[in-house]
């Protein structure tokens, strides 16, 4: 066994917060040693938690449109790893669910990414990704920082979440669509 395969089993049975998750604790992660692309989000909601199958809803078929891939090809861990802030659902709040829980990226990330040579592109999706991977680069709100996404190129791209809730933003922010969509999927497509 590989130290990425006891990795990737350690994750699977990780049971850190369990008293914290309303729904107990169900990681979910999708990555290759071969992954190119990594997907960082926020956390599985309860469609996610219940299938097991990251982006397995509506902000997933939101984001392969903005990415224009297949599910194929979406879910081939040798072209996409999909690894979120919080591995696990982690309830629901007033306006939606909870914030990922603050125990999964220190715990797992860093040994994660460390297992990825191939790795060109980092998706940051949302503001706790953005928030924990560019710190005091990230501007002020999550709105400036895709405004400013070119800053964070070639390595990081960073995104609004896709999620049906954010369809105001998007109307209120048209050049999200006009100019950060088309550069996103040059660089995706240049690297499957």
Not at 169 to 186: G, Q
């Amino acid at each position: 066994m590989t130290s990425f395969d006891k990795l990737l089993i350690d994750i699977n049975n990780c049971k850190v917060c369990e008293k914290h998750l309303p729904l107990g604790p169900r990681p979910v992660v999708s990555v290759s040693k071969k992954s190119k692309i990594l997907i960082i989000g926020q956390a599985p909601g309860t469609k996610v938690h219940a299938s097991g199958i990251p982006w397995d809803d509506q902000s997933g078929k939101n984001l392969r449109a903005w990415l224009n891939v297949t599910n194929e090809q979406f879910y081939n861990p040798d072209l996409f790893g999909i690894v979120p802030m919080g591995f696990c659902y982690p309830g629901k709040g007033k306006s939606g669910d909870l914030p990922p829980r603050k125990e999964c990226a220190p715990l797992w990330h860093e040994a994660l990414l460390n297992e990825l040579p191939e790795l060109e592109l980092v998706l940051l999706i949302g503001v706790y990704a953005q928030k924990y991977y560019l710190k005091s680069e990230a501007k002020k709100n999550l709105t400036e920082t895709v405004l400013h996404f070119s800053e964070y190129l070639p390595k990081n791209f960073v995104l609004p979440h896709p999620s049906p809730r954010n369809a105001i933003w998007m109307k209120k922010n048209p050049w999200f669509a006009h100019d950060v969509l088309p550069t996103l999927r040059e660089r995706v497509h240049a690297l499957i």
